[in-house]
Structure formats: structure tokens, C-alpha cells
């Protein structure tokens, strides 16, 4: 067979899979008593819509020639099951659904009673339904876990088709999880979450997780069932997935399934698990409609009530860990069910869980903005001075920014978390050591593979933390990534002579040369460390939208700024004319103010905010050092005001003029900010008149 057919039959082979899916989907709507528009219904397979609408007219052309009714109690309508099947006995009938009937059997020979899994005879000459009907079979067959139901055997020839099952005496999760304490409900549910880590950890994808589908035994144990729609992953790259696939139980969809996007992943399987313990926490499912429609576009596009609104029993905690599992975004959700587990086994211990849900901060967003247009008003009116409204804007700021939330948080570190951190310290100090030191039998290639070793591990473990979800763990190793970058280079521009050239070709002007127990290091090898780190810096901001980065830049880029003086002279400088390093320092603040406003101008007032503190600390120390020790400038003020015989005193008075006059020009700017820069002018003013005055007092 040619690659043209093998793929035309793999296509048609997938085509008549979702045919069946979706007719057997519609069948158990019409079971549960839905209200079901089938022209509606078909639209939702693009590209199926007509085979489908054929089939299922021509299904109910044949219930309405047999009398058959959905809604009829079980059994009615239906021919007679034999007395025995897979020489097991029929007792009678404990389930049914649109397209299966579940029996109570008793295997005479073991002497235990089963569950048999019996195709309704409508479809039993229906090849595809029942090629989907015995998929559940071969899913059960291939687990074995004490949480999944387990599978006997299939049914045999020339019976009606079904398999034997393990008979498990217990009520839905639901009705067994109702009257139980949170903490029960929690370890409860956390067993499901493990049960459905295995899935994954074996390829499945359940995608109809529910509670119909989970049974409790009465020593608190869950047992899954109906593997209908499961899918096997690793199969999936060897079949093609029809576009706008939808199959599963419309209340617990996750949004890529309303949407039909698809093969679905693992994390359609957690948004669903929210939904599973969402009921159960609260008794109500979080997304509802009449219709499908309507129900498909609940789940995509609205948020969910908060359980805590409807139980406040309900620990905010596992409701941080219930709304990460519903977040729309896959990518926002957990990783993985084994980290959702992870969280259940925090929360149990009495521990911070790791959950963080974004869409706290859309339910916060449209709320801020309406409050700050009323903050707003209030300033024009007079109700709020500037610095009370830039106060509460501030607060509100810290609300809107959850993604550098971690860093006013520490106390939501465990103890864990806290090593972690203390951890990668250690590991920064122990890099900085080898950076700093000689040692014996470390140098050349060995000491760089020793400093390089952890950067780049350290770096590609933070990305897969963070995402993951893990941002206070990702930020741990992202941050250390961050400081042992520019140290892995400088120990291999040491150990390898690149930029070994002497600033001005003099010795006394390198830094690190005047402490004789230092690695020789270079102000060049310094500034190009420093110089290649920062792109790297760029790159995580964009990558995580975290501002935290940006607080690393521009920490560095002050350093960078320091060692670019260093090597134009500034040792040289101190010795002979202080002043004139200070005078220098003049440009380095004013660039910190213009990045700081060009930011902010472009939207980015979480990043600027970490410039303007530097741009005001360039400002004091170049005005107060050039006041004490240019004297170029004390030579100035004595010549047009002999009197004073340029005294440093008046020089202080002067940059408390130099202060004022920049409070003013900071307050013409509309921005929170700058005008948080003017209160930092403001403060130093009255030291710069005061404190002159009383020595010249003296």
C-alpha cells in the first residue's frame, strides 16, 4: 500500500472514530434527560455535520419504529438480556446509559460477583460503535491500580458485546462526598488526582473525568470508571485528529474541549478535576447554562463564582488550588496532576501551597480601574491630596501586579522553599569564591567547568519551573542563574586571558589588581561580564513578564555604569581630584531618569519603578560629593560671592536650591511616580539648609 493510501485509510479509520464518539455523546445527552438540539449539536463537528446529522436521524427514524424512548425507566423497550453472559449469571441491571447497560453478574466458578458492560442492541451491528465500545475495555485492560476499576474479559463470540468487570459496591462521588469534612473531601479527592497522575503517566487521557464516572467505596476509596473517551497519547502522532473534535460531558469540559482545539493534553484533564472538586466543595457545578451552546461558551468566557461565596468554610488555600486548576489558559494551570496532588498533600500538612491563580487579577482589574477613576476624582475635587491618592495607588498597584507578588511574600515560603533559596545563595557565594580566589587544583578549564556547571542547569530548570507554574521555586533559580551568568564569565575571561588589557595600559588603575590576594581580574573583563549578562536579562523579562528582572538589570547596569568610570581613570581621579569622579556621576543619574520615564511613557511603570530609586541615588551622591570636593566649583562660588570664600556650607545650600528646583520640575509630571521622586527631593532638602547653617553657626 502506498504512503497516499496508508494515510487516506488512516484518515477515513479516525473519521469513522469521531463519528462514533460523537453519536454515542449525543445518545448519552438524550439519556441524561438533555435538552438536546441536534442540528445545533452536529455543528459542533466541523466536517461531520452532515455524516452526522444522517446518523442520527436515521438513529431516531429506528427508536421511533421500536418505541423506543431515552426516557423510560431501564430496561424498558429493550430486548431481553440473556440469562448468562461470559458463562457468568445475570442478576439484574444496575446502570444504564444512552448506549450501555451495566449488569451485576456472578462468576459461579470464583464465587464473586462482577459487573458486566453490555452494548445496547441497536449499535451491536454498528462497527464503529462497537470498535469505540471495546476501546474502554482495552483501556481498563492495560491499568492496573487500585483506584481504576479492573477489567476480566471480553465478551465472546456471537453474544451481544460487552466485558467483564470488577463489581465495586459504592455510591457516586458526589453523594459519598457530601456529608464528609473538608479534610476527608480533600484526601478524597487527592487520591482521584493520583489515580489520574497514572493515567497520564501511562499515556491517558480520560477527557469525560466526572462524578458519574468515580465510585466511592465505604472505606473512602475512589474507583474510576468508563473509559470510553479515553485517548491514548502516545498513539495520537500515528493518527490524524479532526479538526473541531468535541466529545466528552459538556458540564465538565474543559475550555479547549468547548472550543473542539485539538488533541487534548493533560491539562484538559485538570481543568476538569477543578470542576470535580469544585462541586464538591460546593455543591454546584461552576459553569451552567440550558443549553449547549450556552454551556460551551460559560466555560470559555466566564469566571466561575468563588467557592469561598458559597461556602466560606471553604479554606482560601484550596480555593487558590481549586481556581489554579480552572484557569482558562493551559499554560496557567498545573503542569502536571502529580503538582495538583502535590498542592492537596501542602494543604493537608498544613503547609503554603504553591497555587497562585491568574484569574484573581482579572476579577481585580475591571473593580481597580473603576476604583481609581473614582480616587481620581476625588483628587480633582480636593477630597484626596496627590501623595494620599498616589498612596492608595500604590496599594492598588501591588494588587494588579501578582506576577512580582512573590517578593512581597516570603512569609508564604515553607521551610522547603526557604532552604531552596538559602540554597542558592550558597551556591552564588561558592561561585563568587572560586571567582575571587586561587586555588591550588582549580584553575583553567576545571575551575570554568566548575563555575559553569550549575549556571546553565540552574537557568533551564528555572524556565521549566516557571512554566509550570512554579514561580516562587522558578524565581529561586532563575535569580541564581541571573548572578552566576556574569561570574561564570569573568572566571573564564580570567582562566582564558580574554580582555586582559590593562586600562590605559597601567596597572595602578585596575581595581581588583590593588587587593593582592584577588584573582588578577581586569576592569575590561569586568565590563564585558557585566556588559554580555545583560541581554540575558532582556530576554527572562520578556520571557516571564516578571519586573523582577528588570530590578536585576538595572542593579547591573549601575555596576556597569561604576566600572565604565573605572576604566576612563576613576582611581586616578579619587587620588588627585575627588571631585571630578562626582562630577561624572551627573550623566550616569540623569540616564537612570530618562530609561526610568521612557519605560513608564511606554507602559511599563512595574519596570521604570526600579530605575528612578537609582536615578535619585546617582543624584545625592554626584551633587553632595561634587559640593565637598570639586574645587572647581568651590573656586566658582567665591568668585562671584567672595564673602562666603567658597565654603563647602554654601555649596549645601546651593544643591538644597539644585533640590528644590527639581522637586518643582518632578511635580509638573502626572506620574505617581516622579512624584514619589519629587518626596525623595523634598526629604533632603531641609538637612542641606539646616545642617550648613548650624556649623556655620558653629
Not at 551568568?485 to 597601567?506: D, N, S
Request: net charge negative; glycine share 6%.
Amino acid at each position: 500500500m502506498s504512503d497516499e493510501q496508508e494515510r487516506a485509510t488512516s484518515s477515513e479509520i479516525e473519521r469513522e472514530r469521531v463519528l462514533a464518539a460523537a453519536l454515542a455523546e449525543y445518545i448519552d445527552l438524550c439519556a441524561e434527560s438533555e435538552c438536546v438540539d441536534a442540528a445545533e449539536f452536529c455543528r459542533r463537528y466541523p466536517g461531520l455535520e452532515s455524516a452526522l446529522h444522517e446518523a442520527i436521524t436515521a438513529l431516531d427514524s429506528l427508536d421511533k419504529l421500536i418505541g423506543y424512548d431515552e426516557h423510560e425507566s431501564a430496561g424498558t423497550g429493550r430486548a431481553p438480556v440473556p440469562e448468562r453472559l461470559s458463562d457468568h449469571r445475570i442478576v439484574g441491571q444496575i446502570g444504564a446509559g444512552g448506549m450501555a447497560r451495566v449488569y451485576q453478574g456472578v462468576d459461579e466458578r470464583l464465587g464473586r460477583k462482577v459487573a458486566i458492560k453490555v452494548l445496547d442492541e441497536r449499535f451491536a451491528e454498528n462497527e464503529t460503535i462497537r470498535t469505540r465500545f471495546m476501546q474502554e475495555a482495552r483501556a481498563l485492560a492495560r491499568l492496573s491500580h487500585p483506584n481504576i476499576v479492573q477489567i476480566y474479559s471480553l465478551g465472546q463470540a456471537g453474544e451481544l458485546p460487552h466485558f467483564v468487570m470488577e463489581y465495586v459496591e459504592g455510591a457516586p462521588l458526589n453523594e459519598a462526598a457530601g456529608p464528609l469534612p473538608i479534610p476527608q473531601k480533600v484526601e478524597l479527592f487527592r487520591k482521584i488526582v493520583m489515580t489520574v497522575h497514572f493515567l497520564h503517566q501511562h499515556h491517558i487521557i480520560h477527557r469525560d473525568l466526572k462524578p458519574g464516572n468515580i465510585l466511592v467505596t465505604a472505606g473512602l476509596e475512589p474507583k474510576l470508571l468508563d473509559f470510553g473517551l479515553a485517548r491514548d497519547v502516545e498513539g495520537m502522532a500515528k493518527r490524524l485528529t479532526l479538526e473541531g473534535e468535541i466529545i466528552g460531558t459538556p458540564q465538565y469540559f474543559s475550555p479547549e474541549q468547548a472550543r473542539g482545539e485539538g488533541p487534548l493534553g493533560e491539562r484538559s484533564d485538570i481543568f476538569t478535576l477543578g470542576t470535580v472538586l469544585y462541586e464538591m466543595l460546593t455543591g454546584v457545578l461552576p459553569f451552567r447554562a440550558d443549553d449547549l451552546h450556552g454551556q460551551a461558551n460559560s466555560i470559555c468566557e466566564e469566571e466561575p463564582v468563588l467557592p469561598r461565596r458559597l461556602n466560606p468554610a471553604i479554606p482560601g488555600e484550596l480555593q487558590n488550588i481549586c481556581m489554579q486548576a480552572l484557569e482558562k489558559n493551559p499554560a496557567n494551570r498545573y503542569a502536571s496532576a502529580r503538582e495538583m496532588a502535590d498542592d492537596l498533600e501542602r494543604f493537608l500538612a498544613g503547609e503554603p501551597v504553591l497555587a497562585a491563580p491568574t484569574s484573581y487579577a482579572r476579577r481585580m482589574a475591571g473593580k481597580i480601574e473603576q476604583h481609581l477613576r473614582e480616587l481620581e476624582d476625588w483628587r480633582r475635587d480636593r477630597i484626596l491630596s496627590n501623595y494620599e491618592f498616589d498612596a492608595l495607588r500604590r496599594n492598588y498597584d501591588r494588587l494588579a501586579e501578582r506576577e512580582d507578588a512573590w517578593i512581597l511574600e516570603v512569609r508564604r515560603l515553607s521551610l522547603p522553599q526557604v532552604a531552596l533559596y538559602f540554597g542558592a545563595w550558597l551556591l552564588v557565594v561558592a561561585a563568587s569564591l572560586v571567582f575571587l580566589f586561587r586555588y591550588k587544583y582549580l584553575s583553567g578549564t576545571a575551575a570554568v567547568a566548575v563555575v559553569g556547571a550549575p549556571t546553565i542547569p540552574t537557568f533551564l530548570y528555572g524556565i521549566r519551573c516557571w512554566t509550570a507554574g512554579r514561580l516562587r521555586i522558578a524565581v529561586a533559580y532563575l535569580l541564581s542563574a541571573c548572578l552566576l551568568l556574569p561570574i561564570t564569565l569573568l572566571v573564564a575571561m580570567g582562566e582564558y586571558g580574554l580582555f586582559g588589557g590593562l586600562t590605559q595600559g597601567r596597572e595602578d588603575l585596575e581595581f581588583i589588581f590593588r587587593f593582592e590576594s584577588l584573582k588578577r581580574t581586569t576592569n575590561a573583563q569586568l565590563w564585558w561580564a557585566l556588559c554580555l549578562s545583560l541581554p540575558a536579562y532582556v530576554w527572562l523579562r520578556k520571557f516571564t513578564r516578571s519586573s523582577v528582572f528588570s530590578l536585576v538589570f538595572a542593579v547591573i547596569a549601575a555596576l556597569l555604569c561604576g566600572v565604565t568610570l573605572l576604566r576612563l581613570g576613576m582611581l586616578e581621579w579619587l587620588e588627585k581630584d575627588p571631585g571630578r569622579l562626582y562630577l561624572r556621576l551627573i550623566p550616569v543619574a540623569f540616564l537612570f531618569f530618562l530609561t526610568a520615564i521612557s519605560l513608564e511613557r511606554l507602559r511599563y511603570p512595574a519596570d521604570s519603578r526600579y530605575f528612578y530609586p537609582i536615578a535619585v541615588l546617582f543624584t545625592y551622591i554626584s551633587l553632595s560629593g561634587t559640593a565637598a570636593f570639586h574645587e572647581p566649583w568651590a573656586r566658582w562660588l567665591e568668585g562671584i560671592a567672595p564673602w562666603t570664600r567658597g565654603q563647602v556650607e554654601y555649596l549645601f545650600v546651593i544643591n538644597a536650591g539644585i533640590y528644590f528646583l527639581l522637586q518643582l520640575a518632578c511635580e509638573r509630571f502626572s506620574s505617581q511616580q516622579m512624584r514619589a521622586v519629587a518626596k525623595a527631593f523634598r526629604f533632603v532638602i531641609a538637612g542641606h539648609v539646616l545642617v550648613p547653617v548650624f556649623l556655620l553657626g558653629l
